[in-house]
Structures are given as structure tokens and as C-alpha cells.
């Protein structure tokens, strides 16, 4: 009897028993769960897609689509954990269903009182990537038109990381040229990414010759908004738009775009006498502002970068544990973010050694 009243319910509608006919469909709703309700209704020649195409054609206009969005919500990896946020702005009990592209069905669905339903994927996996939407129904059936697209990107780290260098310095001029190169491994033919800051990507190139290993990056007239942190990684040519195979990325490199600011940089050295092997330094840069970010080189390469604060014009570097590695010449340049000037000056360490 109870299974007749389903296939009732499914595939007919009496006006005179609108109220009885509403009270079944909540009482099947919480008693099997949506999910269960969608299995069983499938199975009983109610093909669910199509109720819910129904639905959203009787309801647009009437309710808001919903927003659709992936935390986190920088690059995801293969095996990383992730989440599909689909949210509207008003709460009320509601079910919350996700689709993917390709799927005849529902993937998930959330009944709650918020205004959101949060679908997780625990461990990402090649299946997984697509295009995504969602929507929502209301306890009447009313159901909203879909979100957005969403689409889910994959990178599986399946190469060594690429080494990166600087030609000629890290140090340049402002209006001079500087290249980054970016040196494979491991694959013949491949698209090498660089990025900027860690999160902006700046530009993609393709090697042609299969036999070239390394990609150059030029920088032509550089201006003092190229000066950042730079990492590049390469990836091999993928079928699926929305998979990719690629390195991990390469170790940092600084930028530092430098003007022809009049004021140099007060460098000191503690203790100013010679240091011994193990005994701790610290290198002390001081310039005419508050505010300022110190850069400190050795050998035209940056190893250290450091604020200096609100109130403050100065920044320390401290070397622990010295060792005859640590001896060279060391340069300190400074910058305000808003004007992006810099200056420099000299001090030699442990030339003695």
C-alpha cells in the first residue's frame, strides 16, 4: 500500500485531495530523505530531471537563482579536499541539489534552513572535474532556475619542479631589460607558466622544438610594477580541458626594479668586528622613511626581505650560526610600496675567512 501511494503521488494530482497529497509528499520527503526519494522515484517511471526541468519552467521568475562557488578557491590538486558552496539570500527550509554536466541525476542534495548547501568532496579525483550548477526547491516543490557554471580545474603533480634563474641579476634598473629562465626536466614537450606574487598569473608559452628544455620570460623596459617574487613550473599537453599533468613549481626569485633615489640606505654590521664561524650577525638597514620594505642581496642575489612596520625606518637581518658559506658582499635596497624607489649600498662580510 504504501508503495502505491507513491506511484499515486508520482504520477497523478487531484485537486480534491490537494491537502492529503501535500501532507504525503512532506511525510515521504523527511521519512526517506531526498536522496531516497529520488532513487525510488526513478525506479517507479518518475524521471526526476525532467519533474525538476518542470518545475524551474513553472517557477522562473518567481524565485532568485542561486550563486555557485569552490572553496578553496585557488588551484586544486589531485587528492586535495574541496567544497561546492551553492547559496541564495534568504533562509527558509529548502533542498539544495548539485548537478554536474553529463549526469541524468542529481549528485547531492541538502535539506536545511540556511541559505546555503555545502557539497564536499573529500578527495578530488580525475572523475570529478567538469562543469558543475546548482538550484533549489522549496517543501511546495517550487523549484529555482540553475546557477551559474562552475567549472572544476584539476592539476596532478606528476613532474620535478623546474630550476629558475635571473639574467642578468635580480637587481635592475628602471628602463632596463631583465629575462627569468625556466629549465625543465623529465618531459620533451611542454607549456611553461610563470607567475608572479604566487597567485597572478602573468603569461603561458608553448615550446615548439621538442628538444628545448629551457623557456626564457623576457622583460623589456621594465617598470617599477615588474618588481615581485616570480616562480614558473611547466605542464605537459593535455586532452581534457579541465585536467592537467604538471610540475611542481620552481624555488623563488625577487625582482627588485630599482630608481635613482638620492638618499642611500644606512647598512650596519653587529659586531663590527670580524665574526667566527658559529657566532650570530645581524645586518641592520636603515633608510629615510617609515613604511619601507628592505631587500637584502649577496652577490646581486636576494636572500632575505623585510618590513619595517608602521613608526619604523629600519629593519634587522640576523644570521645564525655563521659559517665561511656566509662570507661575501652583501647589499641592502629599500622601496616604499606607493612609489616603488630604491637605493643601495655596500658592506663587506668576513672577507677574512
Known sequence: MRLSCIVLFLGSYHPVNENRNQRQKESIRDQLGFQMFNYFAANLGFYFPGWLAKQQTLSRGQLRKPTISLRPNHEIFLGEQLSIYCRIPHRGRKTFYLQKEGNQQALNMRVNWLNEGIFTIFSAQKTDVGKYWCGYCFATYDCSSVSDVLYLNLTEVAY??????????????????????????????????????????????????????????PMTKVEYKDAGIYRCRYCSQSEST??????????????????????KPFIQLTPSEESSPGSNVTIECQGPYNGLTFLLLKSNQVTASKETGQGRNSAKFHLSRVTSGDAGNYTCHYYLEQMNFSGQCQVTLWSCF
Not at 242 to 263: A, H, K, L, P
Request: proline fraction near 4%; hydrophobic fraction near 25%; glycine fraction near 4%.
Open 160 to 217: 620535478p619542479k623546474p630550476s629558475i634563474s635571473v639574467n642578468p641579476s635580480e637587481v635592475v634598473t628602471h628602463g632596463e631589460s631583465v629575462s627569468i629562465h625556466c629549465k625543465k626536466e623529465g618531459l620533451q614537450t611542454a607549456n611553461f607558466t610563470l607567475q608572479k606574487n604566487l597567485y597572478k598569473l602573468l603569461d603561458t608559452y608553448k615550446t615548439i622544438e621538442t628538444k628545448m628544455d629551457e623557456n626564457k620570460f
Open 242 to 263: 579541465f585536467y592537467q599533468r604538471c610540475s611542481n613549481y620552481s624555488d623563488q626569485v625577487y625582482i627588485n626594479v630599482t630608481g635613482y633615489w638620492s638618499s
